[in-house]
């Protein structure tokens, strides 16, 4: 069965840090692309980041170079580092695995959806 877990997700304030995780089941996340979206009340879901099967890096404008994108193959997991955290980045963060036809940037048509994870940043 296919499962993705985030976590690490929590309140911080602004200017802290994050670390998420994104655990997978059931699959080989280097056969996926893994995206990480967010959702914040009232608004749609968003892409994040991106990270490709070839390991290709992408970012949205709004988290580039605040955020890192990485995978664990040994661990079929996938993390999001976030640095130097804004009120605005304050949404419930989601990671989401992608067969093709890839979705890239598009959340309908990712395959696999984790729970999301809540992060505030808020002083």
């Known amino acids: 069965q296919v499962q993705l877990v985030e976590s690490g997700g929590g309140a911080v304030q602004p200017g802290g840090s994050l670390s998420l995780s994104c655990a997978a089941s059931?699959?080989?996340?280097?056969?996926?692309?893994i995206g990480w979206f967010r959702q914040a009340p009232g608004k749609e879901r968003e892409g994040v980041s991106l990270?490709?099967?070839?390991?290709?890096?992408h970012y949205a404008d709004s988290v580039k170079g605040r955020f890192t994108i990485s995978r664990d193959n040994a661990k079929n997991t996938v993390y999001l580092q976030m640095n130097s955290l804004k009120p605005e980045d304050t949404a419930v963060y989601y990671c989401?695995?992608?067969?093709?036809?890839?979705?890239?940037?598009?959340?309908?048509?990712?395959?696999?959806w984790g729970q999301g994870t809540q992060v505030t940043v808020s002083s």
């Open positions: 059931g699959f080989t996340l280097p056969d996926y692309n």
């Open positions: 990270l490709s099967s070839a390991d290709n890096k």
């Open positions: 989401a695995a992608d067969l093709p036809p890839y979705g890239w940037w598009l959340p309908n048509k990712y395959d696999y």
